[in-house]
Structures are given as C-alpha cells and as structure tokens.
C-alpha cells in the first residue's frame, strides 16, 4: 500500500471538493483549480476529508495512487494559503521590477531580460534584490521560479546571480596570487 496515498486528504473550512468521472474540482478562497485524472483510481469525499483508492493492484494504479493524493493536497493547499517562492538577486547594478505583466531584469548583460508573467501567477519586487513569486498552483509558481533563476543562475566565486532564498551557495576560493 501506498505511504502517501492512503493519507485522507483533510478539507478545511470554506473548501469545497467535487469529483466528477473523469476529473476532481477543488474551490476555495483564493480561486478554484481542476485536474483530470485516470480511471485506476477512485476519489471518494468522506465528510470533511478525501481519500484516494486504487480499484486494481496493477503498476500503473499504484503508481497513480500516490500522485493524485499529492495533487489534490497540493490543489487543496493552493487554495486556501496559496503558494510563494522566494528569489534574491546578488550583483552590483543587478536589478528587477514588474511594469504590467512583464518581469524585467538588469542582470549584468547588455541587453535587459523581459519575462512575460504568467495568467494566475503574482509577482512582486522588494527591497534588497528580493522576487517574490506566488500563486495557487504549485508547479506554476515553482516552474517560472525556475526559468527566472535561469537566466543568470548563482556562481561560486562572488555569489553573483539569482538564487533562492533558502538555497545555500557554496562558496569557493579564487586564485591566490603569492608565489
């Protein structure tokens, strides 16, 4: 049996949780998100939790048993605190700021990055270099994220780049110089 997917999925206050045959909704306070999902499982709402059940033994429904489980934890979560990623930008004159629904970055190149923000995604600048990704879809908000810290990722010598900001650089020592 699956660790993760016999865990109910606990339905807070002001969430509601509709199944239909070939997909489940979830609807909360920050907005409301749908996922389709394969026949080898079953999603059945019991009072205020979720469980997901497999209806066979075969390798593709335990493979999905645990995946649907964290999909819908992850959609259940979304909705009612949302998701955030945080990114520090390091390098002198490096800088970012969101003009309407573009991202654009002084990283150091001649020319500035524009990255488009996606539908459903916030992004915010503060003080110091900061980025502040957020949105109720996790692997959204983690995807573009990512492409962001992408286009100048951190470098070991100076610490210059973009990193997350719990993400540790280790840090390494340059040339000596004395002979």
Known sequence: MSRVGKLPVAIPAGVKVKVNQDNFEVEGPKGKLSQEYDPVVEIVVKGDAVVVNRKADTKKARSCHGLYRNLLNNMVQGVTNGYKKTLVINGVGYRAEVQDKLLVMNLGYS?????????GITVTTEAQGRVVISGIRKDQVGEFAAQVRKLRGPEPYKGKGIRYETEVIKRKVGKSGVK
Request: no cysteine.
């Open 111 to 119: 020319n500035d990055y524009v990255a488009s923000i996606p539908e």
